[in-house]
Nanobody, 119 residues
């Protein structure tokens, strides 16, 4: 059974950092792209970043470029999102998701992890 479990969220002050993890199981992890998406209160879910199956191609939303870094460890079936210089507008529930390719739609979601940026 496919499963994605996010962790690493929490409360952080503006300018701080967090690293989110997405642990995957139940499918051939190294054959799929993995994306991070987020949903803030009252807003639609938006794409944040995506990494291809081999880990050699990534993309980022303009709002996080230069601050967030996505990476993956196929030996550990885990994708990471390093978030630096966090801003209050980064507050959201962050979800990881399985995609056949970063340009295609989501196949499955995790349960999400809350990130709150506030002083």
């Amino acid at each position: 059974q496919l499963q994605l479990v996010e962790s690493g969220g929490g409360l952080v002050q503006p300018g701080g950092s967090l690293r989110l993890s997405c642990a995957a199981s139940g499918f051939t992890f190294s054959s799929y792209a993995i994306g991070w998406l987020r949903q803030a209160p009252g807003k639609e879910r938006e794409g944040v970043s995506c990494i291809n199956k081999d880990g050699d191609s990534t993309n980022y939303a303009d709002s996080v470029k230069g601050r967030f870094t996505i990476s993956r460890d196929n030996a550990k079936n885990t994708v990471y999102l390093q978030m630096n210089n966090l801003k209050p507008e980064d507050t959201a529930i962050y979800y990881c998701a399985v995609k056949v390719h970063c340009r295609l739609s989501v196949r499955a979601w995790g349960q999400g992890t809350q990130v709150t940026v506030s002083s």
